[in-house]
């Protein structure tokens, strides 16, 4: 079992940057392939970024490439995405998970992190 808890979520303006954190606790963060989502409202999850138990790769929304930067401190346990360039449409409540394998199904989600973006 993977417990994942987000952070750093907020209001930020368009333009604007924002962290977010994901703090892994359970069994060994190394070995899992990690990955952020988003929901907006009345909309479904959708794929924002992952990144291998490396760190050595990682993959992004064609939404959010460029401006979003996905990273991992596996000593600390923690899951990161650096946000960038921000716009309103990228208003959502951000999840963090994580899977055993980059083509097993995602297993465990954190409870999740709004950012609001206004303009």
């Known amino acids: 079992q993977v417990q994942l808890v987000e952070s750093g979520g907020g209001l930020v303006q368009a333009g604007g940057s924002r962290r977010l954190s994901c703090a892994a606790s359970?069994?060994?963060?190394?070995?899992?392939?990690m990955g952020w989502f988003r929901q907006a409202p009345g909309k479904e999850r959708e794929f924002v970024a992952s990144?291998?138990?490396?760190?050595?790769?990682?993959y992004y929304a064609d939404s959010v490439k460029g401006r979003f930067s996905i990273s991992r401190d596996n000593a600390k346990n923690t899951l990161y995405l650096q946000m960038n360039s921000l716009k309103p449409e990228d208003t959502a409540v951000y999840y963090c998970?994580?899977?055993?394998?980059?083509?097993?199904?995602?297993?465990?989600w954190g409870q999740g992190t709004q950012v609001t973006v206004s303009s």
């Open positions: 998970a994580a899977r055993v394998t980059i083509v097993a199904i995602w297993n465990y």
């Open positions: 359970g069994r060994t963060f190394t070995g899992y392939h």
């Open positions: 990144i291998a138990w490396s760190g050595g790769s990682t």
